[in-house]
């Protein structure tokens, strides 16, 4: 049988030579929207995008990896190489923090993630700007580098945040009014600072909580495989059970995990 996830951890290198592409992209890179949303962090791409894509995936097809399913977020020569009826999946987010990264700030990384359509089996998130590496193979958590200094305000602490949804809407109200009573408060991300990043946020303790919906299937879930790994809280309870990971849907021209989850930091 296939080893995808020994195949990956011998490509880290290359994840972080692409990483490095990206960081030598950076200065004077041109963007341009995917489509016409109101979201610009969300559907931003760059010309580096593409390429540090495609310099992974001509990596890639030299391997078995080539047998498994792509989730990549972008449209490069080499994502149809790949079986579209494999039995593993195996996502790549080439940029994540686009719109960060066209502004020319350091909180950018690369994503690679494989799970076998029941969960999640390696993660790999790369910033190259800041040499940190965050990982999740096979359940194990691991972290290299230092969590950058985003400046929050002391209630960073108590708030649990997010990017887009509607957090009441789905938390059952006993959660949701236990949160409350508690001290939490719920913020969008973007309130807590101009060039966020959920990931580090996460791992990092710099706020209270996470919550997301309709996942993105090209980052491959990372803040609930740490979430996960690290023992974190993690609301619904039965998430898991919940999330198919083989139903993957598609919203104009992007894919994603239909649910949504909340984790906390810590237990309250």
């Given amino acids: 049988m296939v080893d995808f996830v020994k195949i990956l951890q011998n490509l880290e290198p290359v994840f972080k030579e692409a990483g490095q592409l990206a960081l030598k992209m950076q200065q004077g890179v041109r963007s341009h929207d995917k489509q016409d949303t109101q979201y610009d962090f969300i559907n931003i791409v760059t010309e580096a995008d593409f390429a540090v894509q495609e310099f992974i995936l001509q990596k890639i097809v030299n391997t078995d990896l080539i047998l498994c399913r792509l989730l990549a977020e972008e449209d490069t020569p080499s994502t149809n190489k790949f079986n579209e009826q494999g039995k593993y999946y195996l996502s790549i987010d080439p940029i994540d923090g686009t719109a960060s990264y066209a502004r020319g700030d350091k909180r950018f990384s690369v994503i690679i993630a494989l799970h076998d359509g029941e969960k999640f089996l390696y993660t790999f998130v790369y910033y190259p700007a800041m040499n940190i590496t965050v990982k999740v193979v096979n359940g194990k958590y691991f972290f290299d580098g230092e969590i950058p200094d985003f400046s929050l305000s002391p209630d960073a602490q108590k708030t649990i945040v997010y990017w887009l949804g509607d957090l009441k809407k789905n938390i059952s109200s006993e ?94």
């Fill in 175 to 268: 959660i949701y009014d236990k949160l409350q009573k508690d001290g939490f408060m719920f913020k969008n991300i973007l309130e807590l600072h101009p060039n966020p990043d959920s990931i580090l946020m996460l791992a990092g303790g710099c706020v209270a909580g996470l919550y997301r919906e309709d996942m993105n299937a090209y980052d491959g879930m990372v803040e609930f495989n740490i979430a996960k790994a690290k023992g974190l809280k993690v609301y619904p309870e039965n998430f898991e059970n919940l999330l198919n990971l083989k139903d993957i849907k598609q919203k104009k021209s992007d894919l994603y995990y239909s649910g949504y989850y909340l984790v906390l930091n810590k237990e309250n």
